[in-house]
């Protein structure tokens, strides 16, 4: 996240005058609450699924680690509904000229994404604090709608931003919005892989994040139940989507150099208009040459087109204002995140050819070492990915129409606001941290002696005990 | 159809009033309880009143300023620009009250409780206060139609500093009375008595701030004033007359239907200023609500999903409300001052009736 939201900055950096400073902060504090909103989207899923099979098998161990990520899930829920609040806050305080030109139009996804929020916020109320309270199955319904209106709620957050991609779905005369199709703006061109994507992404984050946490105890020899079950019930679920993740990007990249092909000839280096183009891996472009990178000649026409002689838009078809700012950043960032899906799918394939083979887990520590930095490596392609559609169409902020200059406030005073949300989000960032590593520290002594939600009560002695 | 979705913007405005209005009044009666010995009966109260339902309360803001940017675009970008110093203290305080509130759950060590704790108490105190300035500088009409940049002057004015102490008033106000209920409910005398004088109190001071600010906008925007007391009279008597109810069932020691009164009454505030306004969006500009920079699909779109709200989030707030008031939303054994803190829960009546969920092989499912 870190290392994300640091290359962020340095790209705003490029720009000039206020809206440096606006970038910045949106970049930071949107990079921030995208995990937690991965989190918010996915983690659900993930408790409903290990609840599900606590109460259907009385198995004692998934109905603990079920509540234990409910707690999880309430200081992750709570963290996000504020930082996303912060959100919906910036978009008129550091943007009010696109709001100004375009609020009427954006703002009826947003609108339908409210009435999720209110669910999830609703049902995450019940299902948090109803623990014990209501009887198991009960208790288990109540967290659906958490986890259904979290999807609903990413599709309309997502229309939004594939909206700014390829913008549609209104007239304007004079500089005012004169007509708006309601069904367009939910649904652009790019909503079709967009959402899809973002889905399955905080799908991986929450899955990935949930199994690295259980295979770092499983590194440090607490080779027991409790951890092979946390590992697999967040592995397992992203692992099987992980492939489908690979497939919806190939998808998107494909129409984006269709859709946004300054975008993407930044994300390929794809200087100028051409056929045989050839594909970078890694490289830094600097002033027409790539240093330090792998040349493999015809492949990216073939990737696009599935023929090599396909001709691919460079950025040169537009003046160089026009071009996205630092583009090996971006493709940087692209090939962080192919690569990093790649090594995800990797590990998943490995556990399913082990489990096919020996109906086991691997035993390697290497796969361990892998299943402990999944978390990490899906935050970062997660990151990545978001640098690369928002640098990307840099820029503009509403592509082809308004540049984020044009939307960016004319207030002073950006520069103070950044450096106090800095320290907030940092402060709040460490706690949110030091707090789950509390929890943790908290569980591995509580072994013992907790009872279980929906489960047999302890025997007395260790009740009195307690 | 621009009014009725203007009508839709204030509705939804007066919900997060009158319920995430509370939540911040349930904070400052948290930094108003005193140590840590004195106050946690008090706080033990406001927190499990405030848990299930916080998060739920506070999205009637989020959903507030997507109606305001979606139906009134130019309005919106003018007043995010002209306040933005004041929003952007209201969002910090945002920010610190619900991460300190949900952090303050699961610190044990008490000197971070307190930290955390104390971030929460703060902030509630501060953000109505600054939203409230936003309000009165809106109503004063300091926010011009195509604002470029921020004014210090507008939401420093003596109405708006007024509107802001009325908020914070009546935040704790509306978390006076529906404490009261709270600890009724629970048949706490002790509390009951606790928050009956503080309700009480609040209530006297909310008035006093109201009758203040009417007289400050009496001499500072007579076209105003008259409008408040022209058409819109029949709301300030309404607001004025739940006031005085509320008083006097309190002091009569009947707090049942109290609640909706404190309610209706502060409700009545915010529509007396909508009438009055009406259909001026900013005073003191052109900007009306039909004028203000969106089409009729997109009136048409924030309708559908008001109905939408109607029909689905409703009912699901009744759901959480009503398991709440039956004190089923407790989250098991990881209340903040339950365990953690010592005897103030153990023992008692739900620990018991959890010890009999888990042994009644009916509720395994």
């Known amino acids: 996240m870190s290392i994300a939201s640091g290359a962020v900055l340095l790209a705003a950096a490029q720009g000039s005058g206020n809206v440096v ?22 983690l659900p899923s993930i408790v409903l699924l290990a609840e599900f099979i606590g109460l259907r098998r009385q198995d004692e161990t998934a109905m603990r680690l079920a509540r234990r990520w409910s707690q999880v899930m309430g200081v992750l829920v709570a963290v996000g509904a504020v930082t996303g609040t912060v959100l919906s806050f910036e978009m008129g305080l550091l943007w009010p000229g696109l709001m100004r030109q375009y609020g009427s139009v954006l703002g009826v996804p947003f609108g339908v994404e409210g009435l999720f929020f209110f669910l999830e916020a609703i049902f995450a109320g019940i299902y948090l604090w109803g623990w014990r309270r209501l009887p198991g199955w009960a208790h288990w319904w109540s967290g659906v709608p958490i986890a259904v209106s979290g999807i609903l709620g990413a599709i309309s957050v997502v229309a939004v931003n ?35 994507h973002m889905i399955l992404a905080a799908y991986l984050v929450a899955g990935f994040g949930v199994a690295s946490v259980y295979a770092a105890g499983i590194l440090r020899g607490r080779r027991d139940r409790y951890h092979y079950t946390g590992f697999a019930l967040g592995f397992v679920p992203a692992a099987i989507l992980t492939p489908f993740q690979i497939f919806v990007g190939d998808t998107a ?5 269709h859709d946004q092909p300054v975008k993407f000839a930044a994300m390929e280096y794809v200087a100028q208009t051409s056929r045989h183009v050839p594909e970078w891996l890694a490289g830094v472009y600097v002033n027409g040459h790539v240093y330090a990178g792998i040349k493999i000649p015809d492949v990216d026409s073939l990737l696009v087109g599935f023929g090599p002689g396909t001709q691919i838009t460079g950025w040169d ?3 160089p204002a026009d071009r996205p700012p630092v583009v090996w950043l971006i493709h940087l960032c692209f090939d962080a995140m192919v690569g990093l899906g790649c090594l995800l799918l990797l590990a998943g394939l490995w556990a399913a050819w082990t489990g096919w083979r020996r109906r086991r887990w691997p035993r390697p520590r290497l796969f361990w070492a892998l299943g402990a930095v999944s978390g990490l490596a899906a935050v970062v392609a997660m990151e990545c990915g978001w640098v690369v559609t928002e640098v990307g169409r840099q820029p503009w902020v509403v592509y082809g129409l308004q540049t984020t200059a044009q939307a960016a406030t004319t207030n002073g005073g950006v520069l103070a606001s950044l450096s106090i949300i800095i320290v907030i989000y940092g402060v709040i960032g460490a706690a949110t941290i030091a707090i789950l590593l509390m929890l943790a520290r908290r569980w591995r002594r509580d072994d013992r002696d907790e009872a279980v939600p929906y489960g047999p009560p302890p025997p007395l002695a260790d009740r009195l005990e307690s | 159809m621009a009014a009725a979705v203007g009508g839709i913007l204030l509705a939804s405005v007066t919900l997060y009033a009158v319920l995430g209005g509370a939540d911040f009044g349930g904070g400052l009666w948290d930094l108003l309880a005193g140590t840590t010995a004195a106050g946690r009966a008090p706080r033990a109260l406001i927190d499990e009143s405030i848990t299930p339902v916080w998060e739920a309360n506070h999205v009637w803001l989020v959903f507030d300023l997507v109606i305001f940017w979606t139906a009134f675009p130019q309005a919106f970008a003018s007043v995010m620009t002209t306040l933005a110093l004041p929003l952007w203290l209201a969002v910090g305080g945002i920010v610190l009250r619900g991460a300190g509130f949900a952090f303050r759950k699961e610190i044990t060590r008490l000197s971070w409780q307190r930290a955390a704790g104390a971030a929460f108490a703060f902030s509630s105190l501060l953000t109505p206060f600054f939203m409230g300035t936003v309000i009165g500088a809106i ?29 914070t008033c009546a935040c704790g106000y509306l ?21 009956t004088r503080r309700a009480q109190a609040a209530a006297i001071v909310a008035g006093a701030l109201s009758l203040t600010a009417l007289a400050e906008l009496h001499s500072s925007d007579p076209a105003f004033y008259s409008r408040l007391t022209g058409r819109a009279l029949p709301l300030v008597l309404l607001a004025g007359a739940c006031g005085l109810a509320v008083l006097a069932l309190l002091s009569a020691g009947r707090p049942r239907g109290t609640r909706v009164i404190a309610a209706l009454g502060v409700a009545a505030v915010i529509w007396g200023w909508g009438v009055a306004q009406y ?33 689905l989030v409703v009912p699901s707030f009744a759901l959480l409300y009503a398991l709440q008031a039956r004190r089923v939303l407790r989250g098991g054994e990881n209340g903040p001052w339950s365990v953690h803190h010592g005897s103030l829960e153990k023992g008692s009546i739900h620990d018991k009736m959890c010890a009999r969920d888990q042994a009644d092989p009916g509720k395994l499912g």
Do not use: K
């Open chain 1, 21 to 42: 400073p606006a970038r910045a902060q949106m970049a930071g504090t949107l990079g921030f609450h995208i995990i937690l909103a991965c989190f918010g989207i996915a």
């Open chain 1, 162 to 196: 594939a909206w700014m991609n390829t913008p549609g779905g209104f007239t304007q005369a004079g500089g005012r919005i004169t007509s708006v199709d309601v069904w367009q703006v939910f649904f652009p061109r790019s909503a079709v892989y967009e959402m899809p």
């Open chain 1, 253 to 257: 990249a494909r129409a984006i150099a």
């Open chain 1, 317 to 319: 078809s537009v003046a």
């Open chain 2, 139 to 167: 109503a004063a009409g300091a926010v011009p139609a195509d604002a470029s940049h921020a004014s210090q002057a507008a939401w420093t004015s003596p109405t708006a500093v007024a509107t802001g102490f009325l908020f």
């Open chain 2, 175 to 195: 978390a006076g009375v529906y404490l009261v209920t709270e600890a009724a409910r629970r048949g706490d005398r002790a509390m009951r008595t606790y928050f």
């Open chain 2, 279 to 311: 259909p001026v969006l900013l005073p003191g500009t052109g900007v009306t609500l039909t004028n203000a920079g969106a089409t009729q699909a997109t009136y048409v779109a924030v309708i559908v999903v008001a109905i939408a709200a109607v029909i």
